[in-house]
């Protein structure tokens, strides 16, 4: 777990969360940080959506990979409180962090180990 994380207990079940990882990790594929946990990736353990922008819900698409400042909608049937372990990286860098916005709705996450004011 994350010191602060709005998790404490780990993400809990059968309810959407959105989530985003607090550094450039070494192995971000959605199966290295999520299968140890969870399993196979199917709907009945669980999915993980990205908005990539247009209508609902056909702005969502399921990603390969996971990136800091990215937010996503995940779902966990599996466990009652999931902890997830994202392996070795690095922190980013902590003088900024550039967000790029496309036009109309964009969800984007803390890319940090620790609370940030914007």
Do not use: C, H
């Not at 966990?76 to 003088?95: C, H, K, M, Y």
């Amino acid at each position: 777990m994350v010191a602060g994380s709005a998790f404490p207990q780990g993400m809990p079940k059968k309810i959407w969360r959105m989530i985003s990882i607090p550094a450039e990790v070494n192995d971000n594929s959605i199966r290295a940080v999520f299968e140890a946990e969870l399993g196979e990736l199917k709907i009945q353990n669980w999915t993980i959506w990205e908005w990539t922008g247009g209508e609902w819900p056909e702005g969502l698409e399921e990603p390969a990979l996971l990136w800091p400042g990215k937010a996503y909608w995940l779902i966990q049937n599996v466990t009652p409180q999931a902890e997830f372990r994202l392996g070795s990286g690095f922190s980013i860098d902590q003088s900024g962090f550039t967000y790029t916005f496309q036009p109309g709705w964009n969800l984007f996450g803390n890319p940090y180990p620790f609370p940030v004011n914007l």
